[in-house]
Structure formats: C-alpha cells, structure tokens
C-alpha cells in the first residue's frame, strides 16, 4: 500500500496535474493539504469515476484538506476532536482499510512570537489531544505541517537557524508528535542529502535545490514497523506551473 500526502497548493488549479498522477502512479491513499476549493466545487464525482472515493474540507482561496482512497471512506470527521470553532480548513480524518488517516496543513505561524506563531503552537497542542484520543491501532498523520523538523531538513540550516519553520518552539512542538507513539516514515530508510519537500517559486530555489522538508507521513509504531520504504516525488515539482509542494509518499506491507 502506498500513501502519498501532496500540498497541491490550488486543486482547481492543478487538477489536470492531479488526475494525470493518479492514473499514472495509482497510489492507494493520497492526503491533500491547501486545495483552496470550497467544498461545493470539491471534484468528488471526477475522483469516483478515476477509482478514488473522497473527504474533503475545504474553504474557499485558503487551506483546505481532503483524503482520496481506493477503498471506502468512513468514520469521516473534518475538525479537530475537541470543542474549539475554528474557521480553517487545516484538518480532515477518515478509516479506510482498517486504518485512521488524518490529513493536516499545519499553520504557516508568519513570524517567530506573532500571534500567528501562538496560534501555530497552540493547534500543535491541539493536534496531539485529539491524537491521543483517537489513536487506538494502525493510523497515519500526513500532511504539510510547516515545521522542517531537523537541520538535515534544511538546504542551509545556519541561515534558517530560529527563522520561522526552524525555530527550536515549533521544532519541539513538532517532536513532541513521536511521544505518542508517531514515527517518521522518510527517516526509517535512508536517504540521500538534501531530500526536501518545498521550495520557493523564487530566485531559482527548486533549480538550486534550496528547500526545506516540511512534508511527512507520520505513522504509528505499529503500522511503521510495516514501511517498507519511502521518499519524496521530486518530479511532480517540475513542469509547468508546479506546485512548490512535492508529493512525500510511504509504502507499507499489509
């Protein structure tokens, strides 16, 4: 089984991209992050017909989630388990294949101690408590969680060191995602250097290879012990008018 997790940055705007991946890579589950499609205008019936059942949650011109699977879908929630109103679209969850899939485009965070950065750590919080609540047997987390979660994540660590993405608070927040029970999956395998999942639309960042890993699929103990192998889809970065997001994928034997 392969689970794929992609920031398409604009569904509308790449969904000619999308289908031509999905006929030709067929990856089992994909989690979406930032399609910016209101849930009205959300491809559902285009998926089905391309083998694909759907969740989606979604706002318009921001954020937005969704969940594509082979198998049915169920079990669908599109928030974070507690109480709190919270007008972003940041998080879908779905059980397909006897397995609990979120989809989460963490907060941006703007600038270190910004009230936007508060809120950032704050929904990492939140993350986890729902997280804990909700993670009986095999599940996933994948997502753009803007968090580059080690310098080995970073083109230049000295010159992201404390910047936003790199700080030690959202690193930790981050981190603290292993103590209950999460691994990631690209860091079971090795890898070569400078293995990244963004990069900047300027001064040439994705030709130079000046990005960040931001991106991953974070699973349980159980269901890593299962991954057989990941790494990242640099080539869907390429082409006309990309995404500056690459797919992060993972296969797991079941």
Not at 91 to 97: E, K, N, P, R, Y
Not at 177 to 182: D, E, H, K, S
């Amino acid at each position: 089984m392969r689970i794929v997790s992609w920031n398409i940055n604009s569904l509308r705007k790449r969904q000619d991209r999308l289908f031509e991946w999905l006929e030709n890579s067929s990856p089992d589950i994909v989690c979406l992050q930032e399609t910016k499609c209101p849930d009205e205008q959300f491809p559902a019936l285009s998926l089905q017909s391309a083998g694909y059942d759907s969740a989606y949650h979604g706002e318009k011109s921001y954020n937005g989630v969704a969940i594509l699977s082979k198998t049915k879908l169920t079990n669908v929630r599109a928030s974070l388990c507690d109480e709190v109103a919270d007008p972003q679209a940041r998080v879908i969850a779905a059980t397909t294949a006897n397995i609990r899939v979120y989809s989460v485009y963490a907060p941006n965070g703007q600038a270190v101690g910004s009230p936007a950065y508060k809120y950032k750590l704050e929904w990492y919080r939140r993350l986890r408590d729902c997280l804990k609540k909700d993670g009986s047997g095999d599940f996933v987390v994948c997502g753009d969680f803007n968090v580059a979660p080690e310098d080995v994540d970073v083109h230049d660590p000295q010159l992201w060191r404390g910047a936003i993405m790199c700080s030690e608070g959202e690193r930790a927040a981050f981190q603290k995602l292993y103590q209950i029970g999460l691994r990631d999956t690209l860091r079971l395998h090795a890898q070569p250097l400078g293995i990244f999942t963004w990069w900047d639309y300027r001064m040439l960042a994705f030709p130079k290879n000046r990005g960040l890993r931001i991106d991953a699929v974070l699973a349980s103990d159980l269901l890593a012990e299962k991954c057989t192998a990941a790494g990242v889809d640099r080539e869907l970065r390429k082409g006309k008018d990309p995404s500056d997001h690459a797919p992060i994928w993972a296969d797991f034997e079941l």
